[in-house]
């Protein structure tokens, strides 16, 4: 059974910087993609950030570019998302998301498993 659990949001000012860990277990195979959506109240959830397996490509959405950084410890198999110069708009609910899939996409409906999410709200 997979299991991805969040940990690492909270309230930070326009600037700070937060560092999210997903700890994932149960995964088996070469071949999969993790990452991490996010979802703003009212809109749809989108993809942030994702890190294939066994390649490490990355892949960022263009609003977290140069923010945002999307690692992985192996040993430990725990994904994680450096945030930097966090911005208002990046206020949401952050879920940890893994896919059996050679190739990362952004689209919710290509994620296998999801962690329960974990809340981030950036204050101006």
């Known amino acids: 059974q997979v299991q991805l659990v969040e940990s690492g949001g909270g309230s930070v000012q326009a600037g700070g910087s937060l560092r999210l860990s997903c700890a994932a277990s149960g995964l088996s195979g070469s071949n999969y993609c993790m990452g991490w959506f996010r979802q703003a109240p009212g809109k749809e959830r989108e993809g942030v950030a994702f890190?294939?397996?066994?390649?490490?490509?990355?892949n960022y959405h263009a609003s977290v570019k140069g923010r945002f950084i999307v690692s992985r410890d192996n040993d430990k198999n725990t994904l994680y998302l450096e945030m930097n110069n966090l911005k208002p708009e990046d206020t949401g609910m952050y879920y940890c998301?893994?896919?059996?899939?050679?190739?990362?996409?952004?689209?919710?409906?290509?994620?296998?498993?999801w962690g329960q999410g974990t809340q981030v709200i950036v204050s101006s």
């Open positions: 890190i294939s397996t066994p390649r490490s490509i990355l």
């Open positions: 998301s893994a896919s059996r899939k050679t190739s990362c996409t952004f689209r919710p409906a290509d994620v296998d498993y």
